[in-house]
C-alpha cells in the first residue's frame, strides 16, 4: 500500500501543491493527470525518493520511505520522462544492462522476449538505438516493464510517442500487472484503458 | 604618544607607502561593502511590497 | 523538523535589525581603540622598524577570512541537516565578507612582504592556502549563481564549502612540506617571537573590532537576503490541494 | 526481493561504461592526444636547455596531467544525466557512494590509465632518467585515482549548471593543489636524490582520504543535482 500523507511540494518559489493525503491500495492504479506544471511530475518524483517532500511524507507498508530507501528503492520500476537508455548501445544491451542493475533477472531469450513482446522486431534489437524513431527508444525503455516482478510501477507519460499498437500492449501489461496484486502510479494526459474499478483518478490544479 | 610629529607619522619610518596602502586599503573594503549593502538594502526593500512592515 | 523552515527567516528579520547597531558600536569602538594604539602608542619594532605595524590590519583580517570559512561551512552543514532555510541564508550572507578579508590578507601580506622578504609574493603555506582560500571563497560563490534553483543552490553550495573546509589544512601542510623540501626561504608571516604586550593588544583589539564587524555586516546582509527570496512572486499563497476523486 | 549484490551493481556500472568508452573511442584519444600536445609544447615555449627541461619537467607533465583529467570531468556524470541513466543509478537500491566509486574507477581507466602509461614517454622528451621516470610513473598512478575521484565531486555539483565547463575548474582545480604538490614533488625529490617515499606516501594518503570522502560528497551532489 502506497500513502500519501499531508504530502507538500514547492518548486523554486512556487507552491505546487500542498496537504496532498492519497492511498493506493494493491491492485490498483492512480492516473494522476492534469495540466503543464501542475506538479504532476514532481510529485512521481517524490513517490520514487529522489524528490524529498517540503512537507508530509511518503508511506510505504505503513512506512515513511525515507526511513527504509533501499528496500523500497528494490520494490520499485520508475520509467521517467527521459528514457534512460544509452544511444550508443544496442536494445538489447540497455535492455539487459539496465535490468542486471537493478537486479532483475534477464538472460538473453529474456530480453528478446521483453523486446518483442514491446513490439520492437528481431532487427531492431541489435541495432545501436540512436538510430531507433522516438517511439522505438520509448518502448526500449519501457520493455523493462516486462522483466520486472517488482510491486510498485512509477511510470511517467509511458505513452508519449507510442501508436496505438504499443499503447494498447503497455496497458495489457499493466493490467496484467494489477491482477497479480502490483500497484502502479501513471502520469499521464490520456485515459489509461483499464477497467474503471481499478484506477483512482488525482486531477492537479495549477 | 610615541611620535614626535606629524610628518614622522605619515612617513612610518620610511614604510609609509605600504603601511599606509595596508591601512587605506582596508578602510576602502569595509567602506565599499557597507555602501553595497546599503545599496542592496534599498532595491531589496524597493521590490518587497510592503513585506517589511508586515514582518516589523 | 518543521520548527524552522517558515516562521524562523521572518521571525529572525527583525531580531537581527536590533542586533546590528549595538554589534556596529563595539566595532567602531574597538577598531578606533586598537587604531590608536596601534598607530600612536605602539613603538617602533627595532627588527622591521615600521612596517610591522600592516600586522595590525593583515592578522586579523586573515583570521576572520578563515574563521568565516569555517562558519560558513558550519551554517551549510546545518542547514543540510536539518533542512533550515535559515542555516543556508546565513552561509550566503558570510561569503563575501570572508572573500573580501581573504582578499584584504593578501594585498596586505603583499604589503607587509616586501620591505620584510623583499618581495611581493612568496610561496609561503600561509600565503598559498590563503590565495587558494580565495578560489574556494570564490567557487562557493560562482556556484550559488550560476544555479537558479535557490533550493540547488543553497545544497550544492554547502556541499562545496564542506568539502573546501578538508582542503584548506592539507594545503596549508602540505606547501608547508614542499617549502622545506625545497629549503628555500624559511619565511613566517609570525616573525616577532615575543611580541610586546601592547602590541598584541592592539591586535587582539582590532581582531575583536573586525569580528563585531562581521556579525554586523553579515546580519545586515542576511536581512537583505531573507527580503530579497521571501519577496519573490508567488510566496506564500499555496494553490487549492488536489481534489481526488475516487474510483471513478 | 529483486536487489542486485553490491558486486553486482558495481560491476554492472563499470561494465557499462567501459562499454561505452569501447563504442566512443574518439573521445578517449582525444584527451590523450591534449596531454601529449601540451607536454609538447612547453619546451618549445621555455626553450631546449636540457637542465632547464629537467627541472621543469615533473611539474608540467602533473599540470598537464592534471589539465587532461579536468577536461575528461565533463564525461563521468553529463550524459547520464541528460539521458536519465543517472537518475535509474540512484534507484539503484543499494548505497549511491559504492556505485560512484565505481563510475569513478571506469572514468579513471578511460582518462587516468591511459596518461599513467604514456607518461614515461613523455618524460623521455623532458630527459627524465631511470629512477626518476620510475617515480614518476608511480607517482601518477597513485595520484591520478585521486585526481578523479575530487573531480567527481565537482562533476556532479555542476551538473546542468550553464557554463558548466569552466565553472567545474574553477571548483576543482583548488582541491587539486596538495595531489599536485606531493605528486611533482614525488619526482623532483627523487631527483635531488633525497628519495621520493616520503612523497609518494603523502599521496598514498591523499588517495585513501579521497576513496572516504569523496564518495560521500559527490553522492550527495549528485541526489542534490537530481531534485
Redesign the interface.
Known amino acids: 500500500m502506497l500513502q500519501t500523507v499531508a504530502l507538500s511540494c514547492l518548486r523554486g518559489d512556487r507552491r505546487l501543491f500542498s496537504d496532498l493525503n492519497i492511498t493506493v491500495q494493491p491492485g490498483t492504479l492512480l492516473a494522476v493527470v492534469g495540466e503543464n506544471g501542475s506538479g504532476k511530475t514532481s510529485l512521481l518524483r517524490m513517490l520514487t525518493s529522489l524528490l524529498s517532500p517540503e512537507e508530509g511524507a511518503i508511506l510505504w507498508q505503513g512506512q515513511d520511505i525515507r526511513e527504509q530507501r533501499e528496500q523500497y528503492c528494490a520494490q520499485l520500476t520508475y520509467i521517467g520522462h527521459l528514457n534512460g537508455i544509452k544511444d550508443d548501445l544496442t536494445a538489447m544491451e540497455n535492455l539487459s544492462l539496465s535490468a542486471s542493475l537493478v537486479g532483475d533477472h534477464c538472460d538473453g531469450p529474456a530480453a528478446h522476449a521483453a523486446l518483442e513482446a514491446v513490439g520492437l522486431r528481431r532487427q531492431a534489437h541489435q541495432l545501436p538505438t540512436k538510430v531507433l524513431s522516438q517511439g522505438q527508444k520509448r518502448r526500449v525503455a519501457l520493455a523493462r516493464l516486462w522483466l520486472s516482478a517488482r510491486t510498485l510501477w512509477l511510470l511517467d507519460e509511458p505513452f508519449t510517442s507510442l501508436d496505438t499498437a504499443a499503447t494498447g500492449l503497455v496497458t495489457e501489461q499493466l493490467h496484467a500487472h494489477l491482477k497479480r496484486g502490483g500497484i502502479a502510479v501513471v502520469v499521464t494526459h490520456q485515459e489509461v484503458g483499464l477497467p474503471s474499478g481499478l484506477v483512482q483518478r488525482l486531477r492537479m490544479n495549477g | 604618544?610615541?611620535?614626535g610629529s606629524v610628518s614622522e607619522?605619515l612617513a612610518?619610518?620610511?614604510?609609509g607607502l605600504?603601511?599606509w596602502?595596508?591601512?587605506i586599503?582596508?578602510a576602502l573594503?569595509?567602506t565599499w561593502?557597507?555602501l553595497a549593502?546599503w545599496r542592496?538594502?534599498a532595491a531589496?526593500?524597493a521590490?518587497?511590497?510592503g513585506?517589511?512592515r508586515s514582518?516589523? | 523538523m518543521n520548527w524552522s523552515k517558515y516562521s524562523a527567516p521572518l521571525a529572525f528579520y527583525p531580531l537581527a535589525g536590533k542586533m546590528i547597531p549595538w554589534f556596529s558600536a563595539v566595532a567602531a569602538l574597538a577598531i578606533a581603540v586598537g587604531l590608536y594604539i596601534g598607530l600612536l602608542v605602539a613603538p617602533t619594532d627595532f627588527q622591521q622598524g615600521d612596517s610591522y605595524r600592516i600586522i595590525f590590519v593583515h592578522v586579523p583580517a586573515a583570521w576572520m577570512s578563515m574563521f568565516l570559512y569555517v562558519v560558513m561551512a558550519i551554517w551549510a552543514g546545518v542547514g543540510m541537516g536539518l533542512n533550515a532555510r535559515l542555516s543556508f541564508m546565513m552561509a550566503q550572507a558570510i561569503a563575501p565578507t570572508g572573500a573580501m578579508f581573504t582578499f584584504l590578507a593578501l594585498l596586505t601580506g603583499a604589503m607587509w612582504g616586501k620591505p620584510t622578504w623583499g618581495a611581493w609574493w612568496v610561496w609561503d603555506a600561509r600565503l598559498t592556502s590563503e590565495l587558494i582560500l580565495l578560489f574556494q571563497y570564490a567557487g562557493v560563490m560562482l556556484l550559488r549563481t550560476s544555479i537558479d534553483d535557490l533550493r540547488r543552490a543553497d545544497r550544492a553550495s554547502g556541499v562545496l564549502a564542506l568539502v573546501g573546509v578538508v582542503n584548506i589544512p592539507i594545503i596549508y601542510f602540505s606547501v608547508k612540506w614542499w617549502n622545506t623540501l625545497h629549503q628555500g626561504a624559511s619565511v613566517s608571516m609570525t616573525a616577532a617571537p615575543k611580541m610586546a604586550t601592547i602590541m598584541l593588544t592592539a591586535m587582539l583589539l582590532m581582531t575583536f573590532g573586525f569580528w563585531m564587524y562581521s556579525i554586523a555586516v553579515i546580519l545586515s546582509r542576511v536581512r537583505c537576503v531573507i527580503l530579497e527570496r521571501e519577496s519573490q512572486p508567488a510566496w506564500g499563497n499555496p494553490s487549492a490541494a488536489p481534489e481526488v476523486a475516487e474510483a471513478r | 526481493m529483486n536487489r542486485p549484490s553490491l558486486w553486482e551493481a558495481l560491476r554492472g556500472v563499470v561494465r557499462r561504461d567501459l562499454l561505452l568508452a569501447m563504442r566512443r573511442r574518439s573521445d578517449v584519444v582525444m584527451s590523450v592526444f591534449f596531454l601529449v600536445i601540451v607536454a609538447s609544447l612547453f619546451p618549445l615555449g621555455v626553450g631546449p636547455e636540457p637542465a632547464v627541461l629537467r627541472t621543469i619537467g615533473a611539474g608540467v607533465l602533473w599540470v598537464a596531467a592534471l589539465l587532461a583529467c579536468l577536461l575528461s570531468l565533463g564525461r563521468v556524470f553529463t550524459a547520464d544525466y541528460l539521458d536519465g541513466v543517472l537518475e535509474q543509478m540512484v534507484l539503484i537500491a543499494q548505497p549511491l557512494p559504492v556505485l560512484v566509486v565505481g563510475k569513478v574507477f571506469a572514468h579513471w581507466i578511460v582518462s587516468g590509465l591511459p596518461v599513467v602509461l604514456l607518461s614515461p614517454l613523455l618524460g623521455l622528451q623532458f630527459g627524465l632518467d631511470g629512477e626518476a621516470l620510475g617515480v614518476l610513473v608511480l607517482s601518477l598512478l597513485l595520484g591520478t585515482p585521486t585526481l578523479s575521484m575530487i573531480g567527481a565531486i565537482g562533476a556532479a555539483l555542476v551538473l546542468g549548471v550553464r557554463g558548466s565547463g569552466l565553472l567545474v575548474a574553477l571548483l576543482v582545480l583548488p582541491l587539486y593543489v596538495p595531489v599536485l604538490i606531493f605528486g611533482a614533488g614525488a619526482v623532483t625529490s627523487s631527483m635531488a636524490g633525497i628519495g621520493g617515499e616520503a612523497n609518494l606516501s603523502l599521496l598514498g594518503a591523499c588517495l585513501v582520504l579521497s576513496l572516504f570522502f569523496s564518495p560521500w560528497a559527490t553522492a550527495a551532489a549528485l541526489r542534490i543535482a537530481l531534485e
Not at chain 2, 612610518?12 to 614604510?15: A, Q, S
Request: no cysteine.
Open positions: 604618544m610615541y611620535w607619522f612610518m619610518g620610511g614604510y605600504y603601511v596602502t595596508s591601512f586599503a582596508t573594503g569595509i561593502e557597507v549593502l542592496r538594502r531589496a526593500l521590490d518587497s511590497r513585506i517589511v514582518i516589523e
